[in-house]
C-alpha cells in the first residue's frame, strides 16, 4: 500500500471510530438519567440553537415564514371538544345553531354534560412537542383518487383521516386500508373498526342527542332526513368537533365563502392543528366543477352536484395556496 493510501484508509478508520463513539454516547445520554453533564450541554444548545415546534423536517406550526399564514393560524382553538372546553360564547351558538336551523333545540349545556358521560373527555392533541413528528395522510373523496395508486402511500403516515362515506375495500391499491380517524355527520355516519376514531361534525343539538342515541339506545331514527339508528364504534374513540373551532374555519380561513365548510375542509384543518406534516389526498372537482367520488362511475353520471352549500373553489384555492407555501403537500391525483 502506498503512503497515500495507508494514510486516506487511516483517516477513514479514524473517522468511523468518533462517529461510532458518537452515537454511543449519544444513546447512552438519552436513557441514561444520571449523565447530567450531556444533558445540560443539549439543553444549553437547544437555548442557543432554539428547535422547531417540530422533528419533522417542516413542521406545520412553524409560523415566523409566512404572514399569511401566520396571520390565519391559531392553536388557542381547539379542534375537539372537551366539556371543559364546550362553553360557547353567543355569537358561536347562534352561528352554529343558524346552520341548519332547528326549531326547538334541547338545552345546549344539558346534552353536552349527557354526551361526556358516554365518550372520553379529554384535552385530545393539544400535545405538540419539539420532538414529535406527527404524520397525517388527509384523504378526500376525489375521483382523481382513481388509478391513482396512493396507498401505500397514504398509509404510511402515522394518522389516516377518511370522512363521510369513504369506502377502502375493494379500493385499497387507490386509497390505502388504514383508517386512525373518520369525520361524520348523522346524515352521513358509517360504522367503523374497533381501532378507528369517531368524530362526529355537529350541525345541530340534534346532532350530539343522535349521537348519544347512535351510541346507546338507538331511539333516534331521523333528523331532517332519515339517519342509522345505531352505530358501530370504540365509544373510547368517539370525539366531537368544536363548533368553535367550526366558526374559526369558517371566519378565518374560508373568510365567510360558501354557506360552511365542507367535510373535507374541516378535515383539513383539524390536520393543519394536530399533525405536524400534512400530506392531502383525493381533493378537487372534475372538469365540470362538479364533485366526483372514487367509487362511483362518474362518467356515466356519478358526479352529483356542483358543490352544493359549499364554495369547493374557494376551498380549493386556500388549499392550493397551503401547498405552495409548503405547509402541505398536495396530491393531485389521475
Ligand atoms: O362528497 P363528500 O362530501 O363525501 O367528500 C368529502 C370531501 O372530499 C368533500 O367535503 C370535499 O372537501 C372533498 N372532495 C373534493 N373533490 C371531490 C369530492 C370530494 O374535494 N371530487
Known amino acids: 500500500m502506498s503512503l497515500l493510501k495507508l494514510r486516506k484508509f487511516r483517516a477513514l478508520t479514524l473517522l468511523f471510530c468518533i462517529i461510532t463513539f458518537t452515537m454511543v454516547l449519544f444513546n447512552y445520554t438519552l436513557r441514561d438519567p444520571s449523565a447530567y453533564f450531556f444533558k445540560y450541554a443539549f439543553r444549553l444548545s437547544d437555548t442557543v440553537f432554539p428547535r422547531g415546534p417540530c422533528s419533522c423536517r417542516r413542521c406545520v406550526a412553524e409560523t415566523e415564514d409566512?404572514?399569511?399564514?401566520?396571520e390565519r393560524f391559531n392553536q388557542?382553538?381547539?379542534?375537539?371538544?372537551?366539556?371543559?372546553?364546550?362553553?360557547?360564547?353567543d355569537d358561536t351558538y347562534r352561528w352554529w345553531q343558524w346552520l341548519q336551523a332547528e326549531r326547538q333545540p334541547a338545552n345546549f349545556t344539558e346534552v353536552v354534560d349527557?354526551?361526556?358521560?358516554?365518550?372520553?373527555?379529554?384535552?385530545?392533541?393539544?400535545?405538540?412537542?419539539?420532538?414529535?413528528?406527527?404524520?397525517?395522510?388527509?384523504?378526500g373523496n376525489s375521483g382523481n383518487l382513481k388509478d391513482s395508486h396512493y396507498g401505500p402511500l397514504i398509509d404510511a403516515s402515522d394518522f389516516v383521516i377518511r370522512m363521510n362515506q369513504a369506502p377502502t375495500e375493494g379500493f385499497e391499491k387507490d386509497v390505502g386500508y388504514r383508517t386512525t380517524h373518520h369525520l361524520m355527520y348523522p346524515e352521513s355516519a358509517v360504522d367503523l373498526g374497533n381501532s378507528t376514531c369517531l368524530i362526529l361534525i355537529p350541525f345541530k343539538t340534534?346532532?350530539?342527542?343522535?349521537?348519544?342515541s347512535a351510541l346507546?339506545?338507538?331511539?333516534?331514527?331521523?333528523?331532517?332526513?332519515?339517519?342509522?339508528?345505531?352505530?358501530?364504534?370504540?365509544?373510547?374513540?368517539?370525539m366531537v368537533y368544536n363548533p368553535s373551532f367550526f366558526k374559526y374555519v369558517y371566519d378565518t380561513w374560508l373568510e365567510g365563502h360558501g354557506r360552511y365548510p365542507s367535510t373535507g375542509f374541516l378535515a383539513l384543518m383539524f390536520a393543519i392543528h394536530v399533525c405536524d406534516e400534512v400530506n392531502v389526498y383525493g381533493f378537487g372537482a372534475d372538469h365540470y366543477g362538479n364533485w366526483h367520488h372514487y367509487w362511483e362511475d362518474n362518467l356515466l353520471g356519478g358526479a352529483f352536484r356542483h358543490t352544493g352549500v359549499h364554495d369547493g373553489d374557494y376551498e380549493?384555492?386556500?388549499?392550493?395556496?397551503?401547498?405552495?407555501?409548503?405547509?402541505i403537500k398536495l396530491f393531485k391525483g389521475s
Open 216 to 238: 346507546t339506545t338507538g331511539t333516534i331514527k331521523y333528523t331532517y332526513l332519515p339517519v342509522t339508528a345505531n352505530i358501530k364504534a370504540n365509544k373510547d374513540k368517539v
Open 114 to 139: 349527557k354526551l361526556f358521560q358516554i365518550i372520553p373527555d379529554k384535552e385530545f392533541y393539544a400535545d405538540s412537542r419539539p420532538d414529535r413528528c406527527r404524520t397525517c395522510s388527509v384523504v
Open 316 to 327: 380549493y384555492n386556500v388549499t392550493a395556496l397551503l401547498a405552495d407555501k409548503h405547509k
Open 66 to 70: 409566512d404572514p399569511w399564514f401566520a
Open 76 to 89: 388557542s382553538f381547539h379542534p375537539v371538544m372537551s366539556r371543559k372546553g364546550s362553553v360557547l360564547t
Open 206 to 212: 340534534l346532532d350530539l342527542e343522535w349521537l348519544i
